[in-house]
């Protein structure tokens, strides 16, 4: 079955430092994808999206490429602030399949200090 | 309103228990979600409703018992629950025939089974 793997955390960084979190899935059809960021107390909200090869989404300074040759979708950020402290997912639809819930990994949480 | 909302935010309740939990959706959307987060564990889906009726039932204990009485509102009705389902229980919706849009999740509700 489909499934999202992404690296584990904690990622621990300094303020401006650069952000990386490394996502891979596995899908049989077209899945669309996405990172989600869930703040301390709060649900998760949608961050970014890609639906189809080669596609970048970005939001808020983050940029992710969906890229089918290597079936990955990994979250990049240029300078983070202690604000993007939280944990991210990265999750998997496959369009077309009424009623299929999204798939995600196990999230990342990440930690900025200042 | 808008958006996803989850009440109550946060419920302590006994091991004897009847209690409900709400989600309200004022997005037009057709497909409710139920989701359970423990810590340290990934996001489990628990119930699927598609255009008001039940898609998928992911082998959850009998004791949770979930309702959709149309396609704005989700419930999900507790009893006789194990201090292990202490877990913040989150609500999501999208549109079926769009999954290339996401999901969008409430707040959640924070239970405590003492």
């Known amino acids: 079955g489909d499934s999202v793997t992404q690296m584990e955390g904690p990622v621990t960084l300094s303020e401006e430092a650069f952000l990386t979190i490394n996502c891979t899935y596995t899908?049989?059809?077209?899945?669309?994808l996405f990172w989600y960021v869930q703040y301390p107390g709060e649900g998760l909200q949608l961050l970014l999206k890609?639906?189809?090869?080669?596609d970048k989404g970005s939001n808020k300074g983050f940029e992710a490429t969906y890229r089918k040759e290597t079936t990955s979708f990994h979250l990049e950020k240029g300078s983070v602030q202690v604000s993007d402290s939280a944990v991210y997912f990265c999750?998997?639809?496959?369009?077309?399949?009424?009623?299929?819930?999204?798939?995600f990994g196990k999230g990342t949480t990440l930690s900025v200090s200042s | 309103e808008t958006g996803v909302t989850q009440t109550p935010r946060h419920l302590v309740m006994g091991m004897t228990n009847k209690k409900s939990l709400k989600c309200e959706q004022h997005?037009?959307?057709?497909?409710m979600y139920w989701y359970k987060q423990s810590a340290k564990k990934p996001l489990e889906l628990m119930f699927v409703?598609?255009?008001?009726?039940?898609?998928e039932n992911n082998s959850v204990p009998s004791r949770f018992s979930p309702e959709c009485p149309n396609s704005s509102h989700l419930f999900l009705h507790l009893h006789t629950l194990q201090p292990e389902d202490s877990a913040l229980y989150l609500c999501a919706s999208s549109q079926v025939v769009r999954q290339g849009d996401g999901y969008t999740f409430g707040s959640g509700t924070r239970l405590t089974v003492v």
């Open positions: 997005l037009g959307h057709n497909a």
């Open positions: 890609a639906t189809k090869a080669d």
């Open positions: 899908a049989t059809g077209y899945p669309s």
């Open positions: 409703y598609s255009l008001e009726e039940r898609v």
């Open positions: 999750a998997l639809s496959d369009q077309g399949q009424a009623g299929t819930a999204l798939i």
